[in-house]
């Protein structure tokens, strides 16, 4: 399971709708609102 990094749900990577791609590596979320919030600061919530 992944960790959604805005809302910190489990997200089942084979079943995800929301994916997003940052420095190589793919962020997965429970809804289009988490993945949104990401995508317009990812450097906020991308792992270091």
């Known amino acids: ?3 959604d990094p ?3 749900m489990d997200v089942d ?3 995800a709708k ?3 791609e940052y ?8 809804a289009p609102g988490c993945k949104k ?3 317009e600061n990812p450097e ?3 792992e270091k």
């Open 1 to 3: 399971m992944a960790v």
């Open 6 to 8: 805005i809302c910190k």
């Open 13 to 15: 990577e084979k079943s």
């Open 18 to 20: 929301w994916v997003s």
């Open 23 to 30: 420095k190589g590596k793919k962020y997965y979320f429970c």
């Open 37 to 39: 919030e990401f995508d």
């Open 44 to 46: 906020k919530y991308a």
